[in-house]
């Protein structure tokens, strides 16, 4: 009886881990959303001008991309929306490319408001005890309809902050970095091997992939090499992973649409595969450099997530 009982108390601790995990990575998404849409909604009139006007060349064009996914917080939605200005004939092939390159750049801004939550217990808890009053604060501005997107706005970054406040308990509470199966499983895979830099990077593609969301999967990594569970260059790898895997979207978006929009969506889709190719020639020498860069020693898992906002940046620039 004693036996099964520990057996049922486990279980209960394992289903309440994985369901503050799914819980929090859902408030990560629904923040995202959230302020994305809000986002949109206020410059979304100005965007169709501007991205006719800002992309004369290709460096407005990487511009315009970088300022518009930085203010929407989604690539997807800057590819997406660029996709279907080439559909209907607003942006040339080579102008939208521009833009696309541009919003890979923008994204990186993502990683770096995630690491601003996790990279240390200080920060970590100045930022989330911002979100209780941002709440009343949001609540109060939707209820003046004169201010509402803004609300909806302040109301997506709370959620989001939230979300990853939540991982990062999650992931400390866990232990990861002290448990033996975990430890184990990651050890199994020889760091320096090219087999397991493909293996992780594949799986950092299908997770993006399946959860439709690079943000996500990027959080679920910085909580991993944080705790010291996974070593730095599996991470990494999982982040070159999520930039293929985030590629889906626009190519699905793209199947009913005209040859040149087809043809963006590829673009994005090949431009990255590139990209990923030619890291991996350099990977150890530039993940090091990284490391420099970021002044992770290799003694303080918590700059972790620093350091892989740092490759993110890099490797998109």
């Known amino acids: 009886f004693c036996i099964f009982a ?28 959230r302020m994305s849409e809000a ?8 965007l169709r001008h501007v991205l006719g006007r800002m992309t004369t060349n290709r460096l407005t064009g990487v511009l315009t991309g970088v300022l518009v996914t930085a203010a929407v917080q989604s690539s997807t939605a800057t590819t997406v929306m660029t996709v279907s200005f080439v ?17 890979n750049i923008g994204t990186t801004l993502t990683a770096w408001i995630m690491s601003a939550g996790m990279v240390g ?74 087999t397991t830099t493909i293996l992780f990077l594949l799986i950092g593609g ?10 996500a999967v990027m959080a679920i990594t910085m909580i991993l090499c944080s705790s010291g569970a996974l070593p730095i260059y599996q991470g990494i790898a999982l982040v070159m992973g999520e930039n293929i895997g985030t590629t889906v979207t626009s190519n699905l978006a793209a199947l009913s649409a005209s040859t040149q929009a087809r043809r963006a969506a590829f673009a994005h889709m090949f431009f990255n595969l590139f990209g990923v190719c030619w890291i991996l020639v350099i990977f150890h020498p530039f993940i090091d450099f990284v490391c420099n860069l970021a002044g992770y020693d290799g003694t303080n898992p918590d700059r972790l997530s620093v350091v892989l906002a740092t490759f993110h940046t890099c490797f998109n620039l």
């Open 121 to 194: 217990s200080s920060v970590a808890f100045s930022v989330t005890d911002l979100i209780w009053p941002a709440f009343v604060v949001a609540m109060f501005l939707i209820y003046r309809k004169k201010h509402e997107t803004l609300g909806d706005f302040l109301f997506g970054i709370s959620f989001l902050f939230l979300g990853l406040g939540t991982l990062r308990q999650t992931g400390t509470d866990m232990n990861l970095g002290e448990n033996p199966a975990v430890l184990a499983f990651f050890s199994s895979f020889d760091p320096n091997s090219f």
């Open 6 to 33: 520990k057996v049922m108390e486990d279980s209960q601790s394992v289903f309440f881990v994985v369901f503050r995990l799914l819980g929090a990575l859902a408030l990560l998404i629904f923040g995202m959303k």
């Open 39 to 46: 986002l949109q909604k206020m410059a979304g009139p100005q």
């Open 206 to 215: 299908v997770l993006t992939m399946c959860v439709q969301s690079s943000a």
């Open 87 to 103: 559909n209907a004939g607003l942006l040339t092939l080579a102008q939208a490319i521009s833009v696309i390159m541009g919003a």
